[in-house]
């Protein structure tokens, strides 16, 4: 069974939502607000939150477009070249813009890879506490640029780390009674996650939920699923195609959506993202 | 004896100069692949852009007269048609994504369009349009393509040229090459294992029987003489590598050649079909020249033994691969694929796949092939002009497609990253018909 279509609605919808939430384009401004530029959407997220008002948050990647292997127009260079502060990502499937960044080399940039410590997955944003690290670093980033509203700056980064303490409460306090649980997941994106609240993320290798499966690649997850002990396979987006059927019927499982968050519709935000995601865990994991 | 010249000095040179002759045909959409007026450029670049796919996405290759089709492997649809004259072959270039077309002037890079590019403790998959990309490795006499534990070695039986590189740079114009020459050009094969020792075969135009063993220097640590036809090679369980022989096979494990002879005074093996978790070889078996043979062996690597299994009907020696549990699989005239347990040597299950057929005296006219890739069993069927993909579990055909023209050769990638390239089986093809 398929639980997650409004979501799914959601994610599907974000394919024409275009460029709306990028800003214009341009990083400069002439409102005296500080020219961010974020190359995910976590990234702005965190940008946005803790500079509020005062400043103005380009996000490369384009709503609903991939952020791996990105590769940025020659505006896009423009704009990171005039940005006054760069949020990045480094290492984590956009080479090219690990390129410009390096060859740009931006005097005042926030890089949040010594949050993503785990191996290459980029995925850090998925556990809020590593999200409340890069608020600091961001923080400070911006008072140092703009030190007339440190204390702004700061009270933003305060401001964002309390919604993220409570998401990380909540987490806790709701997946407690989950400690051990299988997190099934068709992409292994929930790694950072999983570690935090104590689940054992498995990956089904082999499986697209947009794309017919053959009866030998079935078997195989099958027997890996089975070998899990999960009742609910975790898509990154609702199952299409009869194929999340298939699954149900053929491996006695549901199915379910976990948002990893990496790019978002008009519409959602990663604390309302982060909720989902934690209803959905509630749903499918069996827990004690 | 020491191999001319020495493979780490032609590595060099070789690495220095194909680059050259790679560029002069790339970003040219014209099949003949010479246009001087094109651009040079230093990628075999995709076709479109590549998308991000949630699983791999294995694909298959056929040709047909006059050309080339990609296929998805699931869904049997027709993802690319390039046009290339002439009788081609096809094997999987050991990367999970190319495969290496034997075709005129050399072997040339024919893009899967689906690999996998891996992610800490995952991997992610793409595809992109497959398409025939302009890239070739110049050979005078394109043969044998061999690909295991991540390296592709190609056999040019018109100089008896060796060339040896990483299966995973096949792509990349900078690969580092090894080359070396067999004393003299045969229709050959040769097999570089995880140490960077090379098997290669000996012999010259008009007679070939030797087996020679080099190491990663070039220098021969071993040999035989007395596998008389050598022909085919694979690879089974603990690098052990099975060479047939007109009268039998040489083993090559743990260091040692060995001969293990037919039961047969002319009992021909010129085809094995292994796989990295079995110790048992598949072959073919004729008792004669013009054998229509009904007759397989199991070639057992642990103790140097063969044994002989009847099928309830002939086949031909492209319809041979080995199931996703090591099972053999044999595509009878009856139209039925035998399903041969090889620990036992009994057939467990014949499934009906395509209707009754026979071997014609031409070899390169459209037979039935059977290919396995990501645990399906696929059968073409020339004439239906159809493609079965095969469930050998389940027992049955799975489905079929109506093609629009007649296949011939057929080859798969996986569309994932290839951890061991011996679980594919490429390169085992027949020579007794070749020109």
């Known amino acids: ?288 | 004896m020491p191999i001319r010249p020495s493979p780490a000095l032609r590595a060099v040179a070789l690495a220095a100069a194909l680059p050259l002759v790679l560029a002069a045909g790339c970003a040219s959409a014209d099949a003949d692949g010479d246009d001087a007026g094109a651009a040079p450029t230093t990628e075999a670049a995709p076709a479109s852009e590549p998308a991000e796919v949630g699983a791999g996405a294995p694909r298959l290759a056929l040709t047909y007269d006059g050309g080339i089709q990609v296929l998805d492997a699931t869904t049997l649809e027709v993802l690319a048609d390039e046009s290339l004259a002439g009788f081609n072959r096809l094997n999987p270039a050991g990367d999970g994504r190319h495969f290496l077309v034997s075709t005129q002037g050399g072997f040339r890079l024919l893009d899967g369009g689906a690999w996998a590019e891996p992610h800490g403790d995952h991997d992610h998959y793409y595809t992109a349009d497959p398409q025939l990309t302009d890239m070739l490795f110049p050979a005078e006499k394109p043969g044998h393509v061999v690909a295991h534990a991540g390296r592709t070695v190609l056999f040019d039986d018109g100089t008896g040229d060796v060339t040896a590189f990483d299966s995973a740079e096949i792509a990349d114009p900078d690969r580092e090459l090894l080359e070396f020459s067999t004393p003299e050009a045969h229709h050959g094969v040769a097999v570089e294992l995880a140490d960077g020792s090379v098997l290669v075969s000996d012999g010259d135009e008009e007679s070939r029987s030797g087996v020679r063993i080099l190491d990663a220097a070039g220098t021969e640590i071993a040999a035989r003489d007395d596998c008389p036809n050598v022909h085919g090679e694979t690879v089974a369980a603990d690098e052990a590598i099975v060479i047939g022989c007109q009268d039998g096979a040489v083993l090559y494990r743990g260091g040692e050649l060995t001969k293990i002879d037919s039961p047969d005074e002319y009992g021909r093996i010129g085809n094995q079909f292994g796989t990295a978790d079995s110790p048992i070889v598949l072959g073919d078996y004729e008792r004669s020249e013009d054998d229509r043979s009904s007759t397989v062996a199991l070639i057992d690597t642990t103790t140097a033994s063969l044994r002989l299994v009847d099928l309830p009907a002939p086949y031909w020696y492209q319809s041979f691969d080995r199931g996703p549990d090591g099972e053999g699989l044999v595509l009878t005239y009856d139209g039925a694929l035998q399903v041969i347990d090889v620990g036992s040597g009994t057939v467990t299950r014949s499934i009906a796949v395509t209707a009754p057929w026979e071997e014609s005296d031409n070899w390169q006219d459209p037979h039935p092939q059977v290919v396995v890739v990501d645990g399906m069993a696929y059968v073409t069927e020339p004439a239906t002009r159809q493609i079965h993909a095969v469930d050998i579990e389940g027992g049955e055909v799975w489905k079929s497609a109506d093609l629009d023209v007649t296949p011939n050769e057929l080859a798969g990638v996986s569309g994932d990253v290839e951890e061991h390239a011996e679980h594919e089986h490429e390169g085992e093809h027949d020579d007794e018909h070749d020109e």
């Open chain 1, 1 to 288: 069974m398929t639980r997650a279509g409004s979501l799914g609605a959601a994610v599907a919808g974000c394919l024409v939502c275009g460029l709306a939430a990028c800003g214009s384009g341009q990083a400069a401004t002439d409102d005296g607000r500080l020219a961010v530029v974020a190359t995910s959407y976590p990234l702005e997220y965190v940008a946005a939150e803790v500079g509020g008002d005062l400043v103005a948050v380009t996000n490369l990647t384009p709503a609903g477009g991939d952020s791996h292997g990105l590769e940025l127009s020659p505006r896009d260079v423009t704009t990171l070249t005039a940005a006054d502060v760069v949020v990045h990502l480094s290492g984590a499937l956009q080479a090219s813009v690990d390129d410009v960044v390096a060859q740009q080399d931006p005097e005042h940039l926030v890089d949040a890879a010594p949050l993503a410590d785990h191996g290459a997955d980029p995925h850090f944003w998925l556990d809020p506490m590593r999200m409340a690290d890069l608020a600091d670093d961001v923080a400070g980033e911006f008072a140092a640029v703009d030190p007339e509203h440190a204390a702004e700056y700061a009270d933003g980064a305060e401001r964002l780390q309390a919604t993220l303490e409570r998401l990380d409460e909540q987490y806790a306090e709701e997946l407690a009674a989950c400690r051990g649980a299988t997190l099934l997941a068709s992409h292994e994106a929930f790694g950072y996650l999983a570690d935090r609240y104590g689940l054992e993320q498995v990956g089904v290798a082999g499986l697209d939920p947009h794309v017919e499966v053959s009866p030998a690649r079935l078997r195989q997850v099958a027997d890996d699923v089975r070998k899990s002990g999960a009742r609910t396979i975790f898509f990154e987006a609702a199952a299409g195609l009869g194929v999340a059927e298939t699954l149900a019927s053929e491996l006695d499982l549901g199915s379910d959506v976990l948002h990893p968050i990496e790019r978002v519709a008009d519409d959602e935000t990663y604390p309302e993202l982060m909720v989902a995601n934690l209803a959905a865990l509630r749903r499918g994991l069996v827990c004690g």
